[in-house]
């Protein structure tokens, strides 16, 4: 069995961000592995475990590949999901991909997963619910629709049997149970398990572990669909979040409830 992870390099939700061009400002010191593809991850290994201790597959057999689109930065990511025990880790950069959309990565990272499917089959493609820079949660779909392959998203609970994926996922107030045969696209909530804890020596491993890096040419990918100029969308200007008004503090002398609606009026919450 083998299951390709998408993994993408995010800054660090805790230090400042800002845009400049129009695009996220990345530092590598300020970076890690989004930190909801640590489920996706956990997720794929998993399933792997659980094919082998089936007898479905050999001890040996099967492995998980990380996947991501990033600049040398990427590298990071990649090294963090080695440290789970990821087998293989890819990360394609080329200038031209600066500036790529959702619509402009999940070509991208189709098109890495037709190479690799190229090598040997690839059953199975899981994701995160988000990355937690953009929050657009909207790159497993469209990857699906790349690949042309059924989409499984927002699992809580994961089953496989016999090549049928089934997941159980909530949504609003109803429980949702839904199958699929692989090959398939897999997304996975925050609340589908609880990442494992690295080893020492996966962690030192990860360390000189190596890292393919693939260019759009090497994917024969249509650099036309990606990047600044492929992109759908586009910031047209961005400013720090103003900084929050000082309370407005109201001592109650039996006309509080004439303030509270003076506040509600004038703030339009009414």
Do not use: C, H
């Not at 090549?163 to 949702?176: H, K, M, P, S, Y």
Request: aromatic share 4%; hydrophobic share 45%.
């Amino acid at each position: 069995m083998r299951i390709v992870v998408t993994v993408k390099y995010v800054p660090d939700i805790n230090t400042e961000r800002g845009f400049s061009g129009g695009r996220v400002v990345r530092a590598a010191a300020e970076g890690s592995l989004n930190e909801l593809d640590e489920n996706a991850i956990e997720a794929a290994l998993r399933l792997l475990e659980a094919e082998r201790a089936s007898g479905a597959i050999g001890p040996d057999e099967g492995e998980v590949v990380v996947v991501t689109m990033a600049g040398p930065d990427g590298d990071l990511a990649v090294r963090k999901a080695f440290q789970f025990g990821v087998d293989r880790g890819i990360r394609v950069s080329g200038d031209e991909l600066a500036g790529s959309d959702y619509f402009g990565t999940a070509a991208v990272l189709a098109a890495a997963i037709r190479r690799l499917g190229q090598e040997s089959p690839v059953d199975l493609v899981v994701t995160g619910m988000a990355a937690l820079d953009g929050l657009g949660s909207v790159v497993p779909t469209l990857l699906g629709a790349e690949l042309g392959l059924p989409t499984l998203n927002l699992a809580k609970k994961v089953d496989l049997a016999d090549g049928v994926l089934t997941i159980t996922r909530e949504i609003d107030d109803a429980t949702e149970v839904l199958s699929a045969p692989l090959p398939a696209v897999l997304s996975v909530t925050d609340g589908a398990n609880q990442p494992r804890f690295p080893g020492f020596k996966l962690i030192m491993a990860a360390r000189t572990k190596e890292i393919e890096v693939w260019s759009p040419a090497d994917l024969g990918l249509d650099t036309a669909l990606a990047g600044a100029s492929g992109a759908r969308t586009e910031v047209l200007a961005a400013a720090p979040r103003p900084e929050r008004a000082e309370p407005e503090i109201v001592t109650d002398k039996g006309e509080g409830g004439v303030a509270l609606a003076g506040f509600l009026i004038r703030n339009d919450l009414v």
